[in-house]
């Protein structure tokens, strides 16, 4: 089902199937800003990341000693999220774990999505709650697409990628077939805090970056105008468009967690960035995103 927020700047869609963002209209130019979802390119447009980030080698997870096989990303992005609560300007969905989910991730949780909306600001909320005795393991992130080019270009060419406070990124990528962690130090270097989306930019990986290096990314025009900026603080992020199809949209993904490295051999408890939480513990955390007009 579909729900709304909206206010005097801002009109946003939500699916409580994934508890996904749908749509953002900035309402003063009628403009969206979200991509639509085209399977020709992606289906989605902002899945929520739960309980993995990323592709597990093998396609599977260890605990003790069983294997547990799962997909990229998890489950909670293909499923029905329950409405919790609802005002003018915030709602929250909840999923939690039951007798299906627990044959593929053996961990009870209840995971709560919220989104608020203020001014041209949404701040998306994420509490995960561990309801047993035991340790619960677990990776959460966000994957939003946002449309470009927004003026009717042909391709992304010349628009920007600002990164706040910096003046070079370093990352690593990822094996395309495989969609696993490569363990490489590259350097991304920036003009003015900025890096310019060039011919082939997406070509050869997702662009994984580690050790909060910033904490605010922005998207602009080639003219230097704002259209979105991320703002999170978040152990690492990703900047990704489907590799080698010009696609005319990219995204800005804040992680809690990412895929395996090519040689990981280790359970879910000794993947990198896994997050941890004992019984009846709860982890908060989130991101927000400020639409400005173009």
């Known amino acids: 089902m579909r729900y709304f927020l909206e206010n005097d700047l801002l009109k946003v869609e939500i699916d409580s199937f994934g508890a996904e963002v749908k749509s953002v209209i900035r309402k003063d130019n009628n403009r ?11 289906a989605r447009t902002s899945p929520v990341l739960f309980p993995f980030v990323g592709s597990m080698r093998d396609k599977k997870f260890t605990w003790h000693g069983k294997d547990y096989p799962m997909g990229q990303h998890g489950f909670a992005r293909d499923m029905e999220h329950t409405l919790v609560s609802q005002t003018e300007d915030e709602i929250w969905f909840c999923l939690k774990s039951d007798e299906e989910t627990m044959k593929k991730f053996p961990f009870p949780f209840v995971l709560s999505i919220g989104y608020r909306l203020s001014g041209d600001k949404v701040d998306v909320l994420w509490k995960v709650e561990n309801p047993a005795d035991e340790d619960l393991y677990f990776s959460i992130g966000a994957h939003p697409a946002f449309l470009c080019p927004v003026h009717g270009e042909k391709d992304k060419t010349g628009y920007r990628l600002l990164f706040d406070g910096v003046t070079e990124i370093h990352h690593h990528g990822n094996t395309l077939d495989t969609g696993l962690a490569v363990d490489e130090d590259l350097t991304l270097p920036l003009t003015n805090g900025y890096a310019e989306i060039t011919d082939g930019f997406f070509d050869r990986c997702t662009y994984m970056i580690e050790g909060n290096q910033t904490k605010k990314v922005g998207l602009a025009d080639p003219q230097g105008n704002l259209i979105v900026e991320v703002l999170f603080d978040t152990p690492l992020f ?19 967690g990412r895929s395996d490295k090519t040689d990981f051999a280790g359970d879910i408890s000794q993947r990198e960035y896994t997050q941890t939480l004992k019984a009846d513990e709860t982890f908060e955390a989130g991101y927000s995103m400020i639409f400005h007009q173009v």
């Open 238 to 256: 990703a900047i990704w468009s489907p590799e080698g199809k010009n696609a005319p949209f990219l995204c800005i993904e804040p992680w809690f």
């Open 32 to 42: 969206e800003y979200m991509w639509y979802g085209n399977k020709k390119f992606w």
